[in-house]
């Protein structure tokens, strides 16, 4: 009897050890190679981390680390946008400007409004005794062939005017020269269709440090800016005029309060 069940465990054991090695062959093997297949991309995906990180021979990332440096990206990225919203903001033109930018150009009427504002500038430097040399009023920008966007004279017009209003409130003594420089448009974003064009000014004046020192603080401000700042008033929708080259030089041995100033000023409209 004895004898009858060693034989059947003896005959048992082969067939489970048959069942064993096809259970591992037909189940876990298949198994083993799918979980190594889906480890694949985790492990791709790890490398290039450690790769961006830096720490490409480290077996251990530091994921305490890496959530402080994404939550200071984040606040980063916040930071830009309101900085970006900010500077949008001051760039921005007034609402009758933007009109006149974007309908047909006339070149009547604005010869008509340029000789308007040329005669209102003409009698406030007048007023506040500053002189304005023969240059100045011939420097106001015309239409020229070359010209790809013609209506972008109303905004030149504009910032040559708060320009000049600026130095004229500001006293400065004399107004030698202006001019309006070509205008320059950057390409068309991808994100929100906006180009950017860049209109830079150029004028050349003599004055008092003091008022030189006023007109020169007031140029970036707006009007609500300019009264808060209890700065000479500048046109009520005076636009942001940022400083982009500025030579000063002393105008005479005897006059030592007294420069000359040579400054290139840049203003922005945003296109569509």
């Known amino acids: 009897?004895?004898?009858?069940?060693?034989?059947?465990?003896?005959?048992?054991?082969?067939?489970?050890?048959?069942?064993?090695?096809?259970?591992?062959?037909?189940?876990?093997?298949?198994?083993?190679?799918?979980?190594?297949?889906?480890?694949?991309?985790?492990?791709?995906?790890?490398?290039?981390?450690?790769?961006?990180?830096?720490?490409?021979?480290?077996?251990?990332?530091?994921?305490?680390?890496?959530?402080?440096?994404?939550?200071?990206?984040?606040?980063?990225?916040?930071?830009?946008?309101?900085?970006?919203?900010?500077?949008?903001?001051?760039?921005?033109?007034?609402?009758?400007?933007?009109?006149?930018?974007?309908?047909?150009?006339?070149?009547?009427?604005?010869?008509?409004?340029?000789?308007?504002?040329?005669?209102?500038?003409?009698?406030?430097?007048?007023?506040?005794?500053?002189?304005?040399?023969?240059?100045?009023?011939?420097?106001?920008?015309?239409?020229?062939?070359?010209?790809?966007?013609?209506?972008?004279?109303?905004?030149?017009?504009?910032?040559?005017?708060?320009l000049l209003t600026t130095a004229i409130n500001a006293k400065v003594a004399t107004i030698h020269f202006v001019a309006a420089q070509m205008p320059r448009t950057n390409a068309v974003p991808a994100i929100n269709g906006l180009s950017l064009a860049e209109l830079p000014l150029q004028i050349e004046l003599t004055g008092p440090i003091a008022n030189v020192a006023r007109f020169l603080q007031t140029l970036p401000l707006r009007a609500d800016e300019i009264k808060a700042a209890g700065l000479p008033a500048g046109p009520v929708n005076k636009p942001a005029l940022f400083i982009d080259r500025l030579v000063l030089r002393k105008q005479a041995p005897e006059k030592l309060d007294e420069v000359r100033v040579s400054l290139r000023a840049v203003g922005f409209v945003f296109q569509k």
């Open 1 to 162: 009897m004895r004898l009858d069940l060693e034989t059947r465990y003896r005959s048992i054991l082969p067939l489970l050890a048959g069942v064993l090695g096809a259970v591992y062959l037909f189940v876990f093997v298949p198994l083993d190679r799918q979980a190594r297949s889906l480890d694949a991309p985790l492990e791709k995906a790890w490398r290039q981390l450690a790769a961006a990180l830096g720490q490409t021979n480290v077996l251990k990332l530091d994921f305490v680390g890496l959530t402080n440096r994404l939550n200071e990206t984040c606040a980063a990225r916040t930071a830009l946008e309101i900085a970006r919203q900010q500077a949008r903001s001051r760039v921005e033109l007034d609402a009758v400007l933007r009109a006149q930018i974007s309908v047909p150009f006339l070149l009547v009427d604005y010869q008509n409004e340029a000789g308007r504002r040329i005669g209102t500038l003409a009698r406030l430097a007048k007023q506040e005794k500053v002189v304005l040399e023969p240059a100045v009023l011939a420097g106001f920008p015309e239409q020229s062939a070359d010209m790809q966007e013609p209506a972008l004279l109303w905004a030149e017009l504009a910032f040559l005017d708060s």
